[in-house]
């Protein structure tokens, strides 16, 4: 993976269709048409000196080496900047620590179902909170942030009239296996929960949807409950089957 790093100052007009609300100008296409340049390298920061000129900045030793240059572009002309690459700063930086994956205790209830689609299908419906509504049975409401789903990502839901706080804990993504978990609380009940969905491959378009629940209290919740939410879970994955067969 490269990285590249283009920055232009300039003005942006916002275009407005309906909700949407697009941008646009000649300097959103100059920033734009500048990610064709001539940098001899892959991995550089980019700035035109409507954003800034390197020799009003600060050069503290070990800086990078800025270089000035130009690109030709049709309907804009030349344009002027400045770009340093990133070469020996990145050979630079350490690699990250080996991420410790923590080992969570799945449950022993669970239901389960075979579905002919591709396992990154089925997982991406089963993240996507914005969908729940639509195969988590006996769910009313989903309330999430407006924003990209993410380990850490707090979300709440009412299931059956209960309100349940959720965080999503562990993604583990693998080529053939994808473990997915959150952990929850009913708050009308103080019990606190784990839910955690096992996807495996089973072919390039065939994969294998558990889910398993486990309770994180001791005593755990009546076994009536723990039976229910079972069968609901059971309609839920018929209906993940459903739409991931649908054609």
């Not at 130009?70 to 080996?98: C, F, H, M, N, W």
């Not at 693998?174 to 609380?185: L, Q």
């Not at 491959?201 to 009536?224: D, H, I, N, V």
């Amino acid at each position: 993976m490269s990285l590249r790093f283009v920055a232009h100052h300039g003005t942006v007009h916002e275009i407005k269709v309906l909700q949407f609300t697009k941008c646009s100008g000649l300097d959103m296409v100059v920033a734009h048409r500048l990610l064709k340049n001539r940098v001899p390298s892959n991995e550089y920061i980019l700035a035109t000196h409507s954003c800034f000129d390197v020799p009003s900045l600060k050069q503290p030793p070990g800086s990078l080496a800025w270089q000035r240059s130009s690109d030709e572009y049709p309907a804009i002309g030349s344009v002027e900047y400045q770009y340093a690459t990133l070469d020996g700063v990145k050979k630079a930086i350490a690699d990250p620590p080996r991420q410790i994956n923590p080992v969570i205790e799945l449950g022993d209830d669970s239901v389960a179902v075979e579905i002919d689609a591709p396992m990154l299908e089925v997982y991406q419906l089963v993240i996507d909170l914005d969908q729940r509504t639509r195969w988590l049975s006996g769910v009313e409401r989903v309330d999430r942030p407006a924003i990209t789903e993410r380990i850490g990502l707090r979300h709440g839901c009412i299931f059956r009239g209960l309100t349940v706080e959720w965080v999503a804990v562990k993604s583990d993504i693998g080529d053939d296996a994808i473990t997915y978990v959150e952990e929850g609380r009913i708050v009308e009940k103080d019990l606190p929960a784990r839910a955690s969905y096992i996807l495996k491959r089973l072919g390039e378009r065939r994969t294998y949807l558990q889910f398993r629940m486990k309770w994180l209290c001791s005593p755990e919740a009546p076994r009536e409950m723990t039976d229910l939410i079972l069968a609901d879970f059971r309609v839920s994955l018929e209906t993940i089957k459903t739409l991931c067969e649908k054609p």
